[in-house]
Every structure is written in C-alpha cells, then in structure tokens.
C-alpha cells in the first residue's frame, strides 16, 4: 500500500528539549515536504525538497531542519522547540515538485 | 490580502444536498489546481487535480475553474454524511511550482 508514514503521531515536551518528527515513504517519490497547519491558516509549508541531498527553505522555515540522505526519507528536526512550534505537522511526497501530493496522517506537537 | 481565500465555514448541510465550496486567489501564476479532503486526524487525501478552466467531473463531485476571475468551485451533489470533512483547495504555479493551499472549509453532512 502507498503512504507516507509519520512518528510520532502525537508529542507533549518542553521547550529546549530537542526532537526528531520522521517520516518515510514506500512510493519511490523524488519530492518530499513539511507542512504545519494552524487553525486560520491553512497548511503552511516548512521545508521541501526536490531530491537526496537537495532541500531548501519554505515559507515558514524558522526554527526547523530537515535531511534528506536517502529517498525515502525525510525527517523533521527541532532543535530547541518553542512554544510557538505547537502545530500540527504533516509530511507529504510526489513524483515531482508541483504534482499532487500524497500525505501522511499528521504529528500533533505540543511544546509546553 | 492572502495569496488563497477560503471560506473557512463551518457549512452545514442536510443529507442529498449540493454543496458548493468556494477559492479565490490572487496570484495569475497558478496553473493547476486541486481539492483535498481532510477528515478528522487525518492527513489530506486529493480528491479532484486540473490545469484548466472549465469543469472537471468525477463522481458526484464537479471541479470548475474560471482563470479569468481567479476562482474555483467544488460541487459536491447528492451529498452523504460520509462526506463530512475540511476541504482545503490548493494552488500551484509559478518558477518554484509553489504550492498554495486554502485555509480549508468545514463540512457537515447531516443525516
């Protein structure tokens, strides 16, 4: 089955403790991306990137870090969370930048 | 002026009705256009994807694009509580292929 797979599904830390959000995907996609989505304000998109070792910086890139070492790969890193990081944060593929993407079921962060 | 506008409802709508959900944008550099649907802890699974205005139909489910006046619709007829869900539209276009999503509307589909 094709999907893209998040863990954590759900975090409570506190601010300054570092954490890593993972995601793969078994669909062979040369795209991958990271979105937060807040309430208002629709899904914002964090980082992405095109291929294995390319990434660049999205709308909201601040505070965040992303690697891509291998394809499937693409995690998330926090290196000292804020509260303001709280979100709801999903990891999506596609074939290509621009095409429809396919998303994961999302990782709820609270950062106290 | 956001880049996407979207009504963020909550819309609320009796089983068998037409829903119609609405975007505008401003941006003349989009070129595709999609809708996803979001249901509770969920991720946005792509319902409808076209490149041109005029309409698209897939189910019960139409998309219409009018580049024109930089708006796009989603019909939703015949509609089932299953379809209860945030709709979110999404943009795409430009030298970066940018990716624009709306703010999402809320649907309820009431038996």
């Known amino acids: 089955e094709a999907q893209v797979t998040q863990n954590p599904r759900y975090l409570i830390t506190v601010t300054g403790k570092k954490l890593t959000v993972t995601c793969s995907q078994n669909?062979?996609?040369?795209?991958m991306s990271w979105y937060r989505q807040d309430p208002g304000l629709g899904l914002r998109q964090i980082y992405y990137?095109?291929?294995?070792?390319?990434?660049d910086k999205g709308d909201v890139p601040e505070g965040y870090k992303v690697s891509r070492k291998e394809k499937r790969n693409f995690p998330l890193i926090l290196e000292s969370p804020s509260p303001n990081q709280t979100s709801l944060y999903f990891c999506a593929s596609s074939s290509a930048g621009g095409q429809p993407q396919h998303f994961g079921d999302g990782t709820r962060l609270s950062i106290l | 002026q956001k880049e996407v506008e979207q009504d963020p409802g909550p819309l609320s709508v009796p089983e068998g009705a037409i829903v119609s959900l609405n975007c505008t944008y401003s941006?003349?550099?989009?070129?595709?256009f999609m809708w996803y649907r979001q249901y509770s802890r969920k991720g946005p699974e792509l319902l409808m994807y076209?490149?041109?205005?005029g309409n698209k139909e897939d189910g019960r489910f139409t998309a219409q694009v009018d580049k024109s006046s930089k708006y796009i619709s989603l019909f939703i007829r015949d509609s089932q509580p299953s379809d209860s869900a945030t709709y979110l539209c999404a943009l795409e276009g430009g030298n970066n292929n940018d990716m624009r999503f709306g703010a999402g509307t809320r649907l309820t589909v009431k038996p």
């Open positions: 941006n003349s550099a989009f070129q595709y």
């Open positions: 076209t490149y041109s205005s």
């Open positions: 990137s095109m291929n294995v070792e390319v990434t």
């Open positions: 669909m062979n996609h040369e795209y």
